[in-house]
């Protein structure tokens, strides 16, 4: 198949936001199409109108253009086939519906729900697939049909299976066999006319020409279904590649007891599109035995959908958050000192003067060092900016019987410093510890406390310089206030 023919398509449904499942089958089916400089396509699954919701195509959109996974065709960037939306092609689904019908590959079912019941429930007893006695009814008559239509009977339009096993090829899993009593005649268009999954996606497959489906294994039953409507209709099935499921890492399935499953709490929750990018390639495919970081240049050029893994792929929170802390440590540093900027000013609610954008250049190489999400930026420099208020669980930790003591002997000793700069500072607080006999910990730790209103922050030398003296001079009275308040 030469490069101008390979189509590929992701299609989210718009009833709920961006699922990672979703963003990892659209980076899969993009990467194929840009190895083979083939077309990518977004097309909107809309059918379900009740709970679809145009919030959700802003989601999907705005989700695919944060990774930068560009398209071709679809949804905003437009196309030869209209607005690839479904509920703006009903007309074209029923006219498919009707044409199987007028072929004899299909019928109007005016069975009730509790006859369809019935049946199923017989083919349990007998232990056969539930769909086993779901079949064209043999009494059934065209005219009788036109008939029962006429009189304003309701019925849906189910697919005539033929009644032979289908077998295929798949990229991912080899040779495929569904034998022909797992097939049951599915519906194509219910009663009220709205098409189903299976017939909406189908004719869309085939009016797009798309070459190549990569979706979830979870749909991998229902392949053989649209095989069989292709080759009704008309047309050549495209070549499937089903996907590995994504597992958390307790083995389950992932779902919403693993944590956040939509990209748009990644996107808000401090990562980056690049470490996203990298990681949600490994998630059922590698770029070689040896290498975890890669960029999309790579990745576009090693990928290949046969080498897809079969077994589940493992969606690891914390793999993701250590994997971004290497990208936000490889940052350049004027890359991070904007990201930087952008973090804190989020977390203030305001924008940064040109002396407050100073002081945190200068802290940001440590913030750097030590941060892995951008989320984390902005409270960790909280303390150059704005009054801080105490973590109660840091001040039970820190502030115990020692703390009055190295917090008299901080004061003093910072008060004597001649030039305020890291070196100074240092040097004047390791001799406080020596003079009064305290370790790191019990000596310094009151001091971050005082001066960040946590034990976590930036290294103690490099924050005091940061700060103003006067200002590190309040907070360390203002603790001790505290201090005093507490013990009296």
Known sequence: MNSSSVRLRIAPSPTGYLHVGNVRAALFNWLYARRTGGVFIIRIDDTDQARSDDRYIEDIVEGFRWLDLDWDE???VGG???TYRQSDRFDRYREAAGSLVESGRAYYDFRSAAELDELRS??????????????????SDPEDQRRQLAAGERAVIRFSTPGRPVEFHDLVRGRVRFEADTIDDFVMLRSDGSPTYHLASTVDDIDYRISHVARGEDLLSSTPKHILLTEALGGEHPEYAHLPLLFGPDGRKLSKRHGDTSLRAYREGGYLPEAVFNYMSLLGWSFDPDTEIFGREQAIGAFDLTD???SPAVFDREKLTWMNGLYMRSMEATDFVALAADSVEADLGRSLDDEERGRLAELAPLLQERTRLTTDIGPAARFL??????DAKAWRKVMKAHARQALVAARAALDAVGDWTTGDIEQALRAMLAAEGLNARKGWQPIRVAITGTNISPPLFESLAALPRDVVMARIAAALDEVTRAES
Do not use: S
């Open 74 to 76: 679809g949804v905003e």
């Open 385 to 390: 900016f704005c009054d801080i208020a105490y």
């Open 308 to 310: 897809v893994q079969k």
């Open 122 to 139: 017989r083919a349990r007893g007998e232990k056969r697939p539930p769909g086993y006695y779901i079949r064209r009814p043999p009494d």
């Open 80 to 82: 030869p086939y209209g």
